[in-house]
């Protein structure tokens, strides 16, 4: 009998199994293996002996999943057993895990547990069904994976040669102008030396010219002198050449001798290989770890301290609180009614507070506030403890500030020793111009002393950065990135283990990370994270970055946000 290609798994005759004639086949009797025609179906299998009872499926439908379930169905109904073969199985021994027939159940299954085969049919399907989701959920999980670790790959080597290249673009620039320099002051050098060189030079020909010309007279003369012959000395006397070279003195202007090397800046001892060439540094990934909800109209500061507990403040509401972050929610420990406006913690654990008044003050074991240094008539608005317990300053002659300072203003940055005793003052450049207008926040990094200072009554301000001696090292006033094009709001800063410079730009939702050197690494905009108005920032013991946040001024009743942020 000829036949078509299958369909699925099932070879599909060429013409109905039962008249043999109509190749119009639509049925198949599961039960008798018979392809049929839609007449042979209707007039002929329906009126066999039993076969109401038969599974028939629809041609169109037999790579399907109800068929497959139906084929099962009718292959459970006559299952043969795999001991007795003319016997059919009826039930699943559950204690041997297996079909069984009459003969199997009397022999040697007589006390053991069975269930309906369909059941334990129904339950494997079930169980495969669920392992299948589970494969099929692996499979899409490795998948995605796979696809991440192929970009990941694709995105590290092209980031790899790119910055390679740069690597290699950096070296070949520095190589030329290196070369260039070199070659420069060769050149330079030359033109001090050669026309020199080539003037002694003649002058020590015409010298040995004359003493070897002196030299022959002279030995003639010695030999006429030791003749013992008067007449010899007589008449030698005749032609005795009477004449000396012109005596003269040249004076040679040999200026290279009083010409110096020194090498440039960029190759004394104390430069490092950032600043001589470039270096490499991690980008900040900022991944939100939390937020919390304050009771205060903006979070002016945040101090972190090792005993897992925070200071938060907010200079308008007058309010101070010591809390702990926990899961949820902010635990308040103490709550203090004071105007801050900056803190600190020294080396000995105590909290130093400045109000814009004159004093600094330190709360105190019993909760007092009490004086710890006293700066009048000036103001005291900004602190900081550095890694050697150098106590620094930000002074003003009033607060709040006046823009523009006037002429008699006092804007200065002091540093105190852990006795609280003056130790340097900065307040002018090299040419007496005012440093600072409003130096509101100080961190120190590497010998150097980093300054926020604002500059004007809108927040606008800039990061100036001096060392211990006073010499201005380099400002920073924002990025191209910024949200509001050249405006740059800084309200706080903060260094990481790795180095790097955070600042807060309030107006522009956005983290500045700068390297030491003041090159700005990225502009990072933090309002897809959910955080707007960035106002303070503390870095924890955990490296988690802590970013206080203020609030809109259309939002009257707004309570301000803190954010724990990782810095990855």
């Known amino acids: 009998m000829a036949f078509s290609q299958p369909t699925d798994d099932a070879q599909t005759p060429a013409v109905c199994q039962l008249c043999e004639e109509s190749s119009d086949i639509r049925w198949k009797c599961i039960n008798c293996d018979v392809f049929m025609c839609q007449l042979c179906t209707t007039k002929i299998h329906t009126k066999l002996k039993s076969t109401d009872k038969h599974e028939l499926i629809n041609l169109k439908d037999l790579g ?51 269930r309906k085969l369909n059941e334990v049919y ?87 010219k004359n003493q070897e010309d ?92 090792d005993n897992n507990t925070s200071f938060i403040a907010c200079y308008i509401d007058r309010k101070l609180q010591k809390v702990k972050f926990e899961e949820n929610n902010i635990k308040v420990e103490e709550d203090f009614s004071i105007q801050v406006r900056n803190m600190a913690i020294s080396m000995i654990d105590e909290i130093l507070l400045v109000t814009g008044e004159s004093d600094i003050k330190v709360i105190s074991v019993d909760k007092q506030f009490k004086q710890f240094k006293s700066f009048s008539p000036l103001k005291a608005i900004s602190v900081h403890v550095s890694q050697n317990n150098e106590i620094l300053v930000g002074l003003t002659e009033c607060y709040p500030v006046t823009f523009p300072a006037p002429e008699d203003s006092v804007r200065r940055v002091v540093v105190l020793n852990q006795d609280s005793d003056l130790q340097h003052t900065y307040e002018y450049d090299k040419d007496n111009k005012k440093l600072f207008t409003e130096p509101r926040k100080i961190i120190t990094l590497n010998d150097n002393i980093y300054i926020i200072d604002k ?56 983290i500045h990370v700068l390297n030491p050197a003041g090159d700005v690494i990225v502009c990072k905009d933090i309002k897809p994270l959910g955080i707007e108005l960035p106002l303070s920032l503390s870095i924890d013991i955990n ?26």
């Open 455 to 510: 500059i004007n009554a809108q927040w606008e301000g800039r990061v100036i950065v001096i060392d211990y001696g006073g010499q201005l090292l380099w400002v920073y006033k924002g990025c191209d990135n910024n949200v509001n094009k050249n405006k740059f709001y800084p309200t706080d800063i903060t260094s990481t283990s790795s180095n790097s410079i955070l600042i807060s730009d309030q107006q522009n939702h956005a």
């Open 543 to 568: 490296g988690i970055l802590w970013i206080g946040c203020n609030t809109f001024k259309v939002d009257k009743d707004g309570k301000a946000k803190i954010f724990a942020v990782k810095n990855g």
């Open 214 to 305: 002196l030299t022959s007279r002279e030995t003639s003369l010695k030999k006429t002198l030791q003749s013992h012959q008067a007449s010899e000395i007589l008449s030698s006397r005749k032609k005795l050449d009477m004449t000396l070279p012109e005596i003269s003195v040249e004076s040679v202007n040999c200026d290279v001798l009083k010409t110096k090397f020194l090498s440039g800046n960029k190759f004394e001892k104390q430069n490092t290989r950032s600043t001589i060439f470039g270096d490499l540094y991690a980008v900040p990934d900022l991944e939100l770890v939390r937020s919390y909800q304050s009771d205060f109209g903006n979070v002016l500061d945040i101090l972190n301290c």
């Open 64 to 114: 399907s999943e109800n068929a497959a379930k139906t084929i099962c169905k009718v292959d459970l109904q006559n299952m043969p057993c795999t001991v007795h073969n003319d016997q059919m199985c009826f039930a699943f021994c559950t204690d041997c895990d297996q079909p069984v027939c009459l003969d199997c159940l009397i022999e040697s299954h007589e006390k053991h547990k069975f």
């Open 122 to 208: 129904d339950i494997a399907i079930s169980e495969m069904k669920e392992l299948q989701n589970k494969l099929e959920t692996c499979l899409q999980f490795y998948g995605n994976e796979k696809e991440r670790f192929e970009k990941l790959l694709l995105d590290g080597d092209k980031k790899f040669q790119e910055i390679k290249d740069q690597i290699l673009l950096t070296e070949k620039e520095i190589k030329e102008t290196v070369s260039k320099y070199a070659k420069e002051l060769l050149q330079e050098l030359e033109s001090k030396w050669k026309p020199t060189e080539n003037k002694i030079t003649s002058e020590l020909a015409g010298i040995q």
